[in-house]
C-alpha cells in the first residue's frame, strides 16, 4: 500500500479528467537513461497506473465541497491559475487557495483511509 501524499496527489490530480496524462509522466526515481538496464521483476514494477486508478477512486469518494471541486477541476483539470479561478469564481485568491489546500487534503486522507477528514481544519 501506497502513502499518499500533498505533492503525489497534485501530480496524479489531472490524470482524473485526462488518461493520456500518464504517458507525460515521469518517473522522479528513475535512474537515468543512459546508464545500464537491470533484468527487473515485472510484478514490482511501477505503480503510476495504480496510482492513476486511486486517484480516480478519491476523485469520487472523497467527500469534497462543491466549492473544492470546482476549484480542483479548475486547477488540475483546466490548468487554470489560482488567480484565473478567483476572477472567474468571485472571490479572492486566498479563498481560492483554501478550497485547493482543503480538497486536495480530503483526497489525500481518503486515499490513506482516514475518510477525507483532513481538509475540515
Known amino acids: 500500500m501506497t502513502d499518499y501524499d500533498r505533492p503525489l496527489v497534485e501530480r496524479l490530480l489531472p490524470a482524473v479528467w485526462d488518461g493520456a496524462t500518464a504517458y507525460g509522466m515521469n518517473n522522479p526515481t528513475a535512474p537515468d537513461p543512459d ?29 469534497l465541497k462543491d466549492t473544492e471541486r470546482k476549484a480542483l477541476v479548475l486547477r488540475y483539470g483546466l490548468d487554470m491559475t489560482e488567480r484565473e479561478i478567483a476572477a472567474r469564481q468571485g472571490v479572492t485568491r ?8 482543503a480538497g486536495v487534503g480530503r483526497i489525500d486522507a481518503c486515499l490513506n483511509g482516514a475518510g477525507g477528514q483532513a481538509g475540515d481544519e
Open 35 to 63: 546508464m545500464p538496464r537491470a533484468q527487473g521483476d515485472p510484478a514490482h514494477a511501477g505503480t503510476l497506473y495504480a496510482h492513476i486508478a486511486d486517484i480516480r477512486i478519491g476523485w469520487t469518494k472523497a467527500p
Open 94 to 101: 486566498q479563498a481560492v487557495n483554501h478550497r485547493l489546500v
